[in-house]
């Protein structure tokens, strides 16, 4: 049954749907309309499980970012929205998470043909996901508000001090390929509760899903520019949104490279940043542990969304006593992850995102090879005619100097180390320049909340991981980001505080 040598890759046939969508003239989305980009320059739409060209996308010339930003420019200045009732906007925005729901068999089935990932779990994660950040950051709209405060160094009733929060304004929104509808719908719900407008651009890899959710936001009713919706490649389009006069901040999500890059260059604006980055997360299991629990716990950290998950536990670090184990309990997984066509209703974890992802992340395998590293399971690439399928992979017999355990490899491939004791894994844990999450598995309470002190992570998950909700706040430490998404951090990143001080 687990046979997964006679797997057929071939991708399966996409919906009418979707066919229909694929078909749409290339534009953009600028105060709720589709407009042509000044020049006619696209971007090729791929399917990573055939590597087939399917489509195309607008590739946004300097011209089209500058339109887009005027609208949202207008749109902010104007009051359009944040004059609204807050009562006008969280309604707004629960229309369009209803319409989302209404619609996530299409965003499911469009996720799988762009990213990759399986149909299945577009489904019961992304969708479900884009439409929860929505609502919940839709009830904020009517909760933001200011105190008053008294002055401590005057006598009461001089002067009347109170502070007002105010939405920071236009706000360019960039993110990555790896969950694209989610991560847009992440990025606009604070900023639109909190009363701003949007510039959104998706990843130049993944660009559909936004671009269906541009439709909706028109039939929500956001007024005109309110949303806006850009294609474009990063180090052309997105930086031109960067280095905008008229953009008051900056939120991304992708690279610890690019997001060094993006807050230089937002510096001579001195533009608001949020920046969400890369990772190299430890999983940590204890001896207590019950191994036929935490080893497929361990496999679905790294090997769930083919390991393109910013907070993918890369690093696992087993106790010695148990750690043959939970390696063959990891490996044993390998059957259920093996990469399938996204369509595929079997699949579990699907293609890689691109032909250049692949050849990364193969060539991470092959330098870990090299450094002297064994691999317990895979370690190679799937056959299939077209499409970029890696095996889940675990590597063994590494240490803290190879490239395999430094550097974010941003695919199926999990290290593996022994330790003897806590302080010893939790300076291993910390050992890197990343901080975004951690997971530790153990019945020990004292033991995990001992660990939890320790690591150095924006998330620690104990006996799960990368388990995220919308109210609980999500960010990095050391190179892993700046500043907090999600829960009332998430708003706070697009409000400023006004004081004002009235003489009596
Ligand atoms: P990855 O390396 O995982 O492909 P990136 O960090 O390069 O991810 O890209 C994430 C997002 O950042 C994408 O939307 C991409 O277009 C955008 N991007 C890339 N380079 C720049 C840049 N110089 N300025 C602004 N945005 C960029």
Known sequence: MNDVTSIDRTQRPYSAAAQAFLARKPALFINNEWVASSHDQLLEVEDPSSGKVIGHVVDASDRDVDRAVAAARIAFDDGRWSGLPPMTRERTMIRLADLIEANADEFAELEAIDNGKPKGMAGAVDVPGAVSHIRFMAGWASKISGEVIPPYTMPAGQVFGYTVREPVGVCAQIVP????????????????????????????????????????????????????????????????????????????????????????????????????????????????????QAAPGAAGAIFFNSGQVCVAGSRLYAHRSIFDQVIEGVAATAPFWAPRASLDPDAHMGPLVSKEQFDRVMGYIEAGKRDGASVAVGGDAAPAAGGYYVNPTVLVDVNPQMSVVREEIFGPVVVAQRFDDLDEVAREANNTCYGLGAGVWTRDVAAMHRLAGKIKAGTVWGNCHAVIDTALPFGGYKESGVGREQGRQGIEAYLETKTVIIQM
Do not use: Y
């Open 177 to 292: 390929w790896n969950f694209p509808l989610l991560m847009a719908c992440l990025k606009i719900a604070p900023a639109l509760a909190a009363g701003c407008t949007v510039v959104l651009k998706p990843a130049e890899q993944t660009s559909l899903t936004a671009l269906r959710l541009a439709d909706l936001i028109a039939e929500a009713g956001f007024p005109a520019g309110v949303v806006n919706v850009i294609t474009g490649n990063g180090h052309t389009a997105g930086d031109r949104m960067v280095k905008h006069p008229d953009v008051d901040k900056i939120a991304f999500t992708g690279s610890t490279e690019i997001g060094k890059l993006i807050n230089r260059n937002a510096t001579d604006t001195l533009k608001h940043v949020t920046l969400e980055l890369g990772g190299k997360s430890p999983v940590v299991i204890l001896p207590d542990v019950d191994v036929a």
